[in-house]
């Protein structure tokens, strides 16, 4: 439970992997090496040992907000650690075997003053939401999106009985997620 302000009161359900000691929880993430011929890549089987660094800086740049969501994930959930594996496909051909190449603990908040994760912003963007959500003048359900070209949220307003499974016969062009498609 956490308060953002006079009158927003979050309550949130948090996940924890591993209990590593009594009252001591870590969050488990693992990142998959894409492949490493492509542009940009570094193999990491060769790099990982010698130059952890260099694959921990590389996989920021690429996934940033992946990283960011898992460790602010893990200082939300309590978690006193945050563990990262890097997973290589065992063969290029081979979709479905993996093995774990090694793996790096890190203390959440350490982490997130690494990545420059500022969680005072974090909780501002979910007060700003809610404030927003607070504005809104009707009652009913809502869908929000993020523009993907801009800094900016819209909010659309759906029917109210959209999201839901019923036993009515679906449309041939229904895009299976159970409700109407905004996009079209």
């Known amino acids: 439970r956490w308060t953002l302000g006079d009158k927003v009161t ?14 001591e929880y870590a969050t488990v993430r693992a990142l998959n090496e894409w492949d490493p011929k492509a542009a940009g890549s570094m193999d990491w089987r060769q790099k990982l040992d010698s130059q952890r660094g260099a694959v921990v800086a590389t996989e920021l740049k690429n996934n940033n907000c992946k990283l960011a969501k898992w460790t602010a994930q893990a200082i939300m959930s309590g978690s006193s650690s945050l563990r990262i594996g890097f997973v290589s496909p065992l063969h290029p051909t081979d979709p479905s075997s993996h093995v774990v190449l090694g793996t790096q603990a890190q203390k959440p908040k350490d982490f997130a003053s690494q990545i420059n994760l500022s969680m005072s912003n974090c909780w ?7 404030e927003m959500i607070f504005r ?15 800094g900016i949220l819209r909010v659309y307003k759906v029917p109210d009985e959209s999201f839901e499974d019923g036993d009515e016969d679906e449309d041939e062009d229904d895009d299976g997620f159970g409700g109407p498609n905004l996009f079209e």
């Open 124 to 130: 501002g963007i979910i007060k700003y939401i809610c």
């Open 10 to 23: 979050l309550v949130a359900r948090t996940e924890v992997d591993a209990l590593l000691e009594k009252d």
């Open 136 to 150: 809104l003048e009707q009652d009913g359900k809502y869908v929000i999106l993020k523009d993907p070209m801009k």
